[in-house]
Structures are given as structure tokens and as C-alpha cells.
């Protein structure tokens, strides 16, 4: 597994390209110390970690001078909105977010499905989140 210490360092002072870390950046404890260790890109997952962590993590990321993306996280359509809007909000995004998780389900629980055209999702209009949700379909899902 990659482990921010000295042999991660080693590696990534090495690399001509960026080592984007990913899975073992679950936090801003283990943010911190990858870039303590180097790092020069982090994959944040809103889905993963929150919205709260994931803004944390970034402004870390971003004071270090390291680049960050929005990486998937098997979401469905209403956590790829979540995502794409803190995908929206990154300064310098190091590469396009990768939010298409959602296409893999069968069923969504919004009322109207997302739409990828021409290499881009089509967000839906209105800013009211609960309104786009179809209730019926979270109680249907629901586990008693």
C-alpha cells in the first residue's frame, strides 16, 4: 500500500509525472501527512469523506501548492450533484472531475435522471435539491 514515509518521498521526488494519491487519503490528518511526505496531487472524494473534510483537505492541498481533483466514488445521480458542485469550487482542478459512477446503476432516486452529452453532464435547473428528489423512491428503497 502506498504509506506517506520516506520511501513515498523518495518516489514521488523521483516521478516526472504526479503521483496522484487516492484511497489512502481519507482525511486531513492523512492529508497532512502525504504532503508533509511530497505529495503533489490528492484525488478528494466528497462522497467518501464528507463535504466538510473534503473543502479541508483541499484548502491543505492547495496551501502546499499541491494540485487536486474530484475523484469518483461510487455515488448515485444526488452524490454526483454533491460532487460536481465541489468539483466546481476547486481553484486549479488537476484534471476533470471523475463523477460517472452513477451511469452503472439501474435506478436513481431523482426525478428527472443526469444526462452525460458530449463529455458533460447536464445539471439539472433550480438550486433545490429536495426537489429533486423523488421521495417515493427513497421510501421504496428503504430498509426497515
Known amino acids: ?23 489512502p487519503c481519507i482525511s486531513v490528518a492523512d492529508a497532512t501527512r502525504f504532503l ?4 503533489n496531487s490528492l484525488s478528494v472524494k466528497p462522497g467518501r469523506v464528507g463535504i466538510t473534510e473534503a473543502s479541508r ?19 448515485g445521480a444526488l452524490g454526483t450533484l454533491i460532487s460536481l458542485q465541489f468539483a466546481a ?11 460517472s459512477f452513477f451511469l452503472l446503476m439501474r435506478e436513481q432516486i431523482l426525478h428527472q435522471p443526469l444526462h452525460v452529452r458530449d463529455g458533460h453532464i447536464e445539471l439539472p435547473d433550480g438550486t433545490n435539491w429536495d426537489a429533486l428528489v423523488d421521495w417515493d423512491r427513497v421510501r421504496r428503497f428503504a430498509i426497515a
Open 57 to 75: 483537505i483541499t484548502a491543505l492541498a492547495e496551501a502546499a501548492g499541491a494540485a487536486v481533483c474530484a475523484g469518483m466514488y461510487a455515488e
Open 36 to 39: 508533509s511526505h511530497g505529495a
Open 89 to 99: 469550487g476547486l481553484k486549479h482542478p488537476l484534471m476533470p472531475a471523475e463523477q
Open 1 to 23: 500500500p502506498l504509506l506517506p514515509n520516506a520511501a513515498f518521498a523518495a518516489l514521488q521526488a523521483a516521478s516526472p509525472i504526479p503521483i496522484l494519491v487516492d484511497m
